[in-house]
């Protein structure tokens, strides 16, 4: 079985397999934002950006991508990366601040958000599953950036799967209310 699987093991997974996977979450969120972020404008009105690559840490962009040999410690960073960047895209969304009166959104970005969100959902679930000791290592990194105070594993895992669950809702929410509008309701 290969990572992100439930109950997966990587025996016998070549490494470039093992790489491959778990780059994948954290390439799918930078491709997304960056496709959200060059859509600032529609009808002379901005949307709203939910998320801004440039904010993304330097440290996790660069994890994605092994620096010689690769080998399971490549394989670590890059899983650690992908969880970084997932619980960073959630925070980003979840803090958006929205806009006071009525703009034009871009709802194919906002469903590719979705999707992104679901799949790193389910990404971060594989890895409380396999080992919640990475998960919770990152969630801390980035709390302590944040200057939010969470004590033990559990909370951290806790407060990373609660701010997805949330950021999912927020976009699911604002397509829902964007595809109302546009039937007339």
Do not use: C
């Not at 040999?69 to 929205?98: C, F, M, R």
Request: glycine share 8%; hydrophobic share 35%; proline share 3%.
């Amino acid at each position: 079985m290969t990572i992100g699987v439930s109950g997966g093991n990587d025996q016998g997974v070549p490494i470039e397999v093992q790489l491959s996977d778990a780059t994948e979450i954290g390439n799918d969120v930078l491709r997304t934002a960056k496709a959200r972020s060059s859509f600032t404008v529609h009808g002379d009105r901005p949307n709203i950006l939910f998320l801004e690559p440039e904010k993304f840490s330097e440290q996790y962009i660069t994890g994605l991508t092994p620096n010689g040999k690769i080998d399971s410690t490549s394989v670590e960073v890059a899983k650690k990366s992908s969880l970084g960047l997932a619980i960073e895209t959630s925070l980003q969304i979840v803090d958006a601040k929205p806009y006071k009166s009525v703009f034009v959104e871009d709802t194919d970005s906002l469903a590719d958000i979705s999707r992104m969100l679901s799949r790193s959902g389910k990404f971060v679930e594989a890895e409380v599953l396999r080992d919640s000791k990475l998960l919770a290592s990152v969630a801390r990194e980035i709390a302590e950036k944040r200057k939010v105070e969470i004590s033990g594993d559990k909370d951290l895992v806790g407060w990373a799967n609660e701010n997805l669950v949330n950021a999912k809702k927020r976009i699911d929410k604002k397509i829902a209310a964007i595809e109302e509008a546009d039937r007339g309701y």
